[in-house]
């Protein structure tokens, strides 16, 4: 997933499910489009989904977008000792980070409501980990703290509201280390979690930039 011009493929999990959801991802998505350098070059369909986890909450809405990131980092990030993707991804993952605390996100338990969630699922064809240390070092402070990184991200092959929408954009795709393809993987967590799991509500519509609804 190498464009032409050396720039790096990567795939962005939104999900929200506190406060004006719909609204808060159509915000997300322009916001992804006008990160610096960043082209965006797929929307999938909205998705409702079923929460995940025990805290008892509202279903979510959750999407994907496919953007296309420069294959350079900006000269305010540092390298990682192992080169420039992991920076790139380091960078972007910030950049992701920042964004959900301009909409407001508000720090709650583990798998509790969301007014926005921005997941770096894929980046490349790149497979690798982030330390928190490492992190340290390629974040740009002015944005906040690190954190650690994973890609692929390491539940992305499990849950069917990452799995569905990806495979509106890539269904062909094998990530590193899955051992199938997005569409295999979406139709095996279907088939574990249900049909109620999630159910595809909006269709993406350039012109608006927003969902339109189905029926």
Known sequence: MVGMDGSEFAFIGLGANAGEARASLEQAVTALSNLPGVSLTGVSR???????????????????????????????AVATPQGVPRAAAMELLVALKGLERAMG????????????????????????????????????????????????????????????????????????????SVAAARARALTAEGPDAVQVIGEWDDAASRWRDLG
């Open 46 to 76: 909205l998705y409702r989904t079923r929460p995940v986890g025990p805290v008892a909450q509202d279903d979510f809405l959750n999407a994907v977008v496919s953007l296309r990131v420069p294959a350079g980092v900006s000269p305010k």
């Open 105 to 180: 996100r508000v720090e709650r338990e583990r798998w509790g409501p969301r007014e926005v969630d921005l997941d770096l699922l894929l980046f490349g064809d790149h497979d690798f980990r982030i330390e928190r240390d490492e992190a340290a070092q390629s974040a740009d402070p002015a944005r906040g703290s690190a954190q650690w990184l994973q890609v692929p991200h390491p539940s992305a092959h499990e849950r069917s509201f990452v799995l569905a929408p990806l495979a509106d954009l890539a269904p062909d795709l094998e990530p590193p280390g899955w051992g199938e």
